[in-house]
């Protein structure tokens, strides 16, 4: 399969895709290595392909969805905490697309989250405690940056309340 095949089928299995997709799965059906898709989705994403890297896989972000209101937030807790801080969020109605730390050596580390109920967010805090880690806020004694997503600004002013009320914004 030619490099330029392979990386318009890559947009397709995504843009056909209503779930995340790894880049083993992209690879496998592909048949390349993990390291040709990672070098693909750079590729695509340097000629404008919305393409977003989430902890369950990659996802083609459309562009086309209707504007929704965002607010970009500082909280703070520890992690055991996590679980709370998520569910308070989507529970409202919100959606977590990323986290932030502003680390004194490294400056700014982001990564998309794409957190949108509690399924995710129970997916996402069971592999932090399966795999033995800590989140990012572990570098920066639990402060950290979300980017929330809802369909109106009064939804985005629920959330910050209630996330005020369990004494985790900052």
């Keep these: 399969m030619e490099t330029l095949e392979r990386r318009e089928q890559i947009i397709k299995i995504l843009e056909l895709s209503e779930a995340p997709v790894s880049g083993t799965e992209l690879a496998k059906r592909l048949s390349v290595s993990r390291q040709v898709i990672v070098q693909d989705i750079a590729l695509l994403r340097a000629v404008n392909k919305n393409i977003l890297s989430t902890n369950k896989g990659y996802i083609l972000y459309h562009t086309s969805v209707p504007a929704r209101a965002r607010r970009s937030i500082r909280v703070k807790h520890q992690a055991e905490q996590t679980r709370e801080e998520l569910y308070c969020v989507v529970d409202h109605g919100g959606k977590m697309l990323d986290v932030v730390v502003e680390h004194e050596i490294y ?50 002013d629920e959330i910050e309340n209630a996330l005020k009320e369990k004494r985790i914004l900052d």
Excluded: C, W
């Design 107 to 156: 400056g700014q580390i982001m990564v998309d989250l794409i957190i949108s109920n509690r399924r995710d967010a129970d997916e996402f805090v069971n592999k932090v405690e399966h795999y033995k880690t800590r989140p990012l806020n572990a570098l920066t004694n639990g402060v950290h940056y979300h980017t929330i997503e809802a369909d109106s600004e009064e939804i985005l």
